[in-house]
């Protein structure tokens, strides 16, 4: 990357507008990870692990090293009823096995922040905020969401993922049902219908703790490679959830 700045800056007599030279890579990936109160701190601590096992695994940095370039940009944040704006993570290029260890180690160090209210809302425009800061092209843009329940403070969710989806910015989830929200009528279709969207976007749920680990390394190679889920057992039931629905419950702890 340094060398080819210096070509530009050389050809261009030393002036150079770093804004105006976003650098190209196979995808710009964000992770949007939930530490509402509605998860108990052992799971908040597992999903934690989980992304920093994901990022450190080999699988994963195979998955960066096959792209057509070889190197993502990747950013981080953790959510509740607001963004933890101590949580976030800028944009770092990732293209070897040091810089995944480094983003991970970062992450693995931060403190838990504030934890009342679930805002899916705020988390997406948040992150699509993020992806008009950074210095990178990418033949992909993805918003990659965690949660256990629906959007219940904050704007309502789906004209906040619909105003990412006409940036053609790509939203993936990963529904957490260890404890599963009924009152919504399952969070996976609530996620299906709400939440994710664009050319190929995809759910993964997580139904025990154990699980995390494996989901999130799923998930993540399959967002890094272009590549889709496996076909899934359908949602039984195909009728549309009201995406309003987690606004007129309680805002949970």
């Not at 990870?33 to 999903?47: H, I």
């Not at 210095?135 to 619909?162: K, Q």
Request: charged fraction near 20%.
């Amino acid at each position: 990357m340094l060398n080819m700045l210096a070509l530009l800056i050389s050809l261009s007599g030393g002036v150079i507008n770093p804004a105006a030279l976003p650098y190209p890579v196979d995808v710009e990936l964000i992770l949007a990870v939930d530490v509402s109160g509605s998860m108990d701190m052992e799971e908040t601590r597992m999903q934690r692990e989980g992304y920093v096992e994901a990022l450190r695994h080999p699988d994963f940095i195979n998955a960066i090293r096959n792209g057509k370039l070889g190197r993502i940009a990747l950013g981080y944040f953790e959510w509740a009823g607001f963004v933890n704006e101590t949580s976030v993570l800028e944009w770092e290029l990732i293209d070897d096995e040091g810089d995944a260890q480094d983003f991970a180690a970062k992450i693995e160090v931060q403190q838990i922040g504030p934890r009342r209210g679930t805002s899916i809302s705020n988390a997406i425009l948040f992150g699509t905020a993020m992806f008009d800061r950074n210095a990178f092209s990418g033949t992909r843009r993805i918003l990659d969401i965690s949660g256990d329940g629906p959007n219940n403070v904050g704007p309502s969710v789906t004209p906040a993922r619909d105003a990412a989806l006409s940036r053609d910015i790509i939203i993936n989830g990963l529904a957490i049902l260890i404890r599963p929200t009924a009152s919504i009528g399952g969070l996976d279709r609530y996620y299906r219908d709400c939440v994710i969207g664009g050319p190929g976007s995809f759910m993964l749920p997580v139904h025990e703790p154990e699980d995390f680990a494996v989901a999130i390394r799923q998930k993540l190679i399959l967002e890094v490679s272009d590549r889709y889920p496996p076909p899934a057992l359908p949602i039984v039931d195909t009728e549309q959830i009201d995406c309003v629905t987690g606004l007129m419950l309680p805002p949970g702890p």
